[in-house]
DNA sequence: ACAGATATTAAACGCTCGTTTAAATAGCTG
DNA sequence: CAGCTATTTAAACGAGCGTTTAATATCTGT
């Protein structure tokens, strides 16, 4: 199917000359993200990995001892960015929840591999990512949301007869559902949710959920809506 | 790991005297019902199959042509139920909104094969019934449902400010997502979302999103809420 | 310059998978 | 009752998987 082979950088068995710069190492994790993050760990062969990346499938076991091993140091790369700033938003006081939903669906639009990682590693029961998200991620971000919530309501801004955490994962469901059945719902809805149509839906998004939680009936459309 | 292997019918080779009720058929999908629905079509392997229903492999390709024919007979009794529900649903002039929502999540909720059917051959790039369930449920059942925003805008219930289609698209998110994460959600959440928790949750999803489509700020919390 | 240490390929290993085949036994038809 | 059809088991097949090994070539430190 794929047959996106690089061309191998040796062609004889035995250490190469230094000369040319061959980092197999990196080509692995580079073609480990590629391959994994798009068609998830069990579909992917480590002959794939390694022919894209221009090697053989025992460079695997030599750098990274198995094909999960490969696995995890793709992912921990990968991820690491997420992690730390997450760790840097601990700090920030309070966003306010239009802001919330503008990051967050454009975080995950902009990065295609976030759904296709959830979708393969996370959500099927034996996924191979699904305990550290839920452990590094998903028990993070979820109490900073619950926070951002109650103080809302502390401030009056929010309804308070709703459960604060109820209504995180109401945001959590409008922000992460629809591009999560994105290429599954384009024919069914119409539209892409791509462009200026993920900038209707992030608006529609805050207008329905803010009219829904907002303790003063004073339906404000929120701004970001271009015509 | 799974040893509910069932006692063979037949120990001797050649066919088995017909006094013994034993439907070989009958047993193979009910199997692959179990298996399939729960771990998805790739990790089940016909030998686990055929052990569960108490016969040989070979007896999939003598009744079935192969693993996936199995997995095709299958479905199609597993879903039957639902077409014939929404080809009778078509006839049925109008649902009010909040019944919608119990219904869908209480169907969902009962049937824990239909998350599991989702997250492994419908979200998937390459899932066994995703073609399928896009053209049989979701481009019938997602009409329907803009339909009856649109029927509300008319009858001027709801605000006419927002897309009906993805004021739908919000529905369905608020309905599902919780779910198809409420084995992940559960050690974040607190709750497990099921009894008592679930008619919470039902009764939060009209609340926060009528209150977010309704036209007039009556600010009616809906019905079902339990103490 | 020599002796490890390091990096690489090609080949093979053992395993499991879906599938096929051969043989065996019972039912069915005339 | 003879012959054909239907159903079943056990065994094997070929392919592909992740992984391991043996050989080989280069680099590095003394």
């Known amino acids: 199917m794929s047959g996106a082979r690089a061309k191998r950088w040796h062609s004889r068995v035995g250490r190469p000359p230094s000369q040319a710069a061959n980092d197999v190492h990196a080509a692995l994790i580079a073609a480990a993200r590629h391959l ?122 929010l309804r308070t007869d709703l459960d604060a955490r109820l209504v995180a994962l109401s945001i959590v469901s409008l922000n992460v559902f629809p591009l999560v059945v994105r290429s599954i719902a384009a024919p069914v809805l119409g539209f892409k949710l791509e462009g200026a149509e993920l900038d209707r839906l992030i608006a529609h998004t805050s207008s329905l959920l803010l009219n829904g939680i907002t303790a003063e009936p004073t339906k404000t459309t929120h701004s970001r809506a271009r015509t």
């Open 36 to 157: 994994f993050l798009k068609h998830g760990y069990q579909k992917v062969t480590a002959r794939q990995i390694a022919t894209a990346a221009g090697t053989t499938p025992a460079m695997i076991h030599y750098y990274f001892g198995n094909k999960m091993g490969l696995f995890r140091a793709m992912l921990h790369e990968a991820v690491q960015p997420f992690t730390r700033l997450l760790s840097a938003a601990k700090a920030t006081p309070s966003m306010d929840i239009s802001s919330i939903i503008d990051a967050h669906i454009r975080t995950i639009a902009a990065n295609p591999w976030i759904v296709s990682l959830l979708v393969h590693e996370v959500l099927p029961e034996g996924g191979k990512f699904r305990a550290a998200f839920v452990r590094e991620i998903a028990s993070r971000l979820f109490p900073m949301l619950v926070g951002v919530v109650e103080q809302g309501r502390r401030e009056g801004r």
